[in-house]
């Protein structure tokens, strides 16, 4: 003879919640197969691979201007070394034509 314990009976409630895991889970695949396949889902994973895609293409544009950037830097230091290397040259070239001129008595 079964003892029956009503809501405390265990076996009752492990048979009621292994049919709700039966149907939740059923539920679950079925919001799994539609979710997926939906038309909102396939524009996301449309929308994901785009922006990926032009992600991947700002890194190579970043990384391009990062490169030409350095290369301009560098060419900047070294006209910034000439044209004091050139002011130089002009102060002293000056500086010899005025002895010069003040040696002549002029």
């Known amino acids: 003879m079964k003892d029956d314990r009503g809501e405390l009976d265990l076996t009752k409630q492990i ?3 292994q ?3 039966g149907e939740l889970e059923g539920e679950l ?3 799994k197969g539609i979710g997926m ?3 909102e889902m396939r524009e996301a ?3 994901i691979v785009t922006l990926r895609q032009r992600i991947n293409e700002l890194m190579a544009i970043n990384k391009s201007h990062q490169q030409l950037m350095g290369k301009q830097i560098v060419e900047n230091e ?3 070394k000439d044209n004091k290397a050139l ?3 002009i102060d002293d070239y ?3 034509r005025m002895t010069n001129t003040r040696n002549s008595g002029m």
């Open 37 to 39: 396949n939906s038309p």
């Open 29 to 31: 695949s079925i919001v």
């Open 15 to 17: 048979e009621k919640l």
């Open 78 to 80: 070294e006209l910034k």
């Open 94 to 96: 000056f500086h010899v």
């Open 45 to 47: 994973n449309e929308t």
């Open 87 to 89: 002011a130089k040259q």
């Open 19 to 21: 049919k709700k895991v």
